[in-house]
């Protein structure tokens, strides 16, 4: 009994320990993005690896999910003669939860793991002691342009995430299911208001900080030589996923 | 006035202690390799000096300057007078080589690319590189590397330079071409160097001086000749490379 609970206080103690040196590292992180200098070609690159190479992936995701969406509330709804609230089911999903959790989720699998990756060969092959010794901040340098760039291309991608799901919905209501296409329209536009697109677009920023933060953090704390890097891509991609996961509850409940 | 002192710097890595009280006196101009064995805290004392770590106790003095008493700007504005060579070079793998030499005058100047790739290319010049500016690492072989991690740590004139097992994985003709390489540019440059490495060959022929750090401490300094000659069993020991005496192998 005694040696169950060392084990599982010494579990707690370092889960507390890792907790504190993340949110040490996130205050590093915006002391530095709000100081000189700003690498601007270093975040527009950063947005471009991290937004502009996330387009398919996000969109494959969210016309994929639209569609199922629609397919499975007609399926549902048929039954009490509700077909004609697809639109709505849909459009309001797809704004409030499933578009900003589906592209923080694709964009933690592509984008987090790649950041996790880079810079913890950048560790491990001294490069980020490189950058220190040639009197430049590693911070500053590397973290911040990826954590903004994660943070306001999160936000876009998630725009276009919804953008697409809905359409796919509307594809699969109408044209395959043959829900009439005012009436399809008209739900979706009376039952989805400006706050619901809003609440899921703050979800997307908070989701594009969690995944910049993670991956850039999991990669400055790479220690050893490959299996480091490798563990720290792995550790990237799940840690990131499950706050994003656990955040959403948190913030669906706060936006409520 | 030293232009390096370590003065009775210690250091642990959780349980570990690694340094024990180092004192350490650098004079400007000279080259200094400190030599131990592997895990002895060689790197420990380099990244030390250049305020990649700080110590528990004791402290770093460059130039009258105390390393530990400074902020981020100060910190900063004293590497500026460093140039490090790593032991795998560094090289940033997503820059070409001119850009990788030139990246100090790119953070740190007003200088247009032009000017900065011609100031590579003078560096990469003294180093014995020519027509390797477009390359990226990933071309170079190991010599080439180390050549370029020189030309990098050189590019803002630095007045110390560091050197992280400057031989270490390079085959025996190119190491000693390296090893000219740390002296001519001495010779050119007037730099003060700091070497770490436990290649006796590289130490004798690099060094107006050579210390030994064993067991976190620094148990005997010297030039060559003295270092040749010491009557330290464990420093015998170590430059004839026995495996026999009172150092133990891991």
Known sequence: ?256 | MAMIELIDLHKSFGSLQVLRGVDLAVEKGESMTVIGGSGSGKSVILKHIIGLLFPDRGKVVIEGQVLNDLDEFGLNETRKKFGMLFQMAALFDSLTVWENVGFSLKQHTKLSDREIRKVATEKLALVGLKDVEDKMPSELSGGMKKRVGLARAICMDAQIILYDEPTTGLDPITADSINDLIIDLRKKLGVTSVSITHDMQSAYKISDRIAMLYKGEIIEIGTPDEIRNSANPIVHQFITGSAVGPITAE
Request: net charge neutral; charged share 10%; with cysteine.
């Open chain 1, 1 to 256: 009994m005694n040696d169950w609970l060392e084990k599982l206080g010494e579990k707690v103690f370092l889960l507390l320990t890792e907790m504190g040196r993340v949110l040490m590292f996130l205050g590093q992180t915006l002391r530095w993005t709000f100081s000189s200098p700003f690498y601007v070609k270093s975040v527009l690159k950063q947005m471009e690896m991290i937004g502009v190479n996330s387009v398919p992936v996000v969109m494959t995701t969210a016309i994929s999910t639209g569609m199922v969406l629609a397919l499975q509330s007609y399926t549902g709804f048929k039954r009490f003669g509700a077909e004609s609230l697809i639109g709505a089911v849909v459009s309001l999903s797809m704004t409030r939860e499933l578009g900003p959790v589906l592209t923080g989720l694709m964009v933690a699998g592509r984008a987090g793991a790649s950041m996790a990756a880079e810079l913890g060969t950048m560790k491990v092959t001294e490069q980020i002691d490189a950058l220190t010794t040639l009197a430049t901040n590693p911070m500053k340098y590397l973290v911040v342009p990826r954590f903004v760039a994660s943070t306001v291309m999160m936000f876009f991608l998630t725009i276009l995430g919804m953008m697409i799901g809905v359409t796919g919905g509307y594809f699969v209501g109408v044209k395959v299911l043959g829900t009439n296409p005012t009436t399809y329209i008209n739900q979706s536009i009376d039952n989805t208001q400006v706050t619901d697109i809003w609440y899921g677009l703050i979800k997307a920023l908070v989701f594009g900080a969690v995944v910049g933060l993670i991956g850039c953090y999991k990669g400055f704390t790479t220690e050893g030589g490959a299996e480091g890097v490798g563990k720290a891509t792995t550790g990237a991609v799940v840690i990131s996923c499950m706050l994003i996961l656990i955040l959403d509850y948190f913030l669906s409940a706060l936006l409520w």
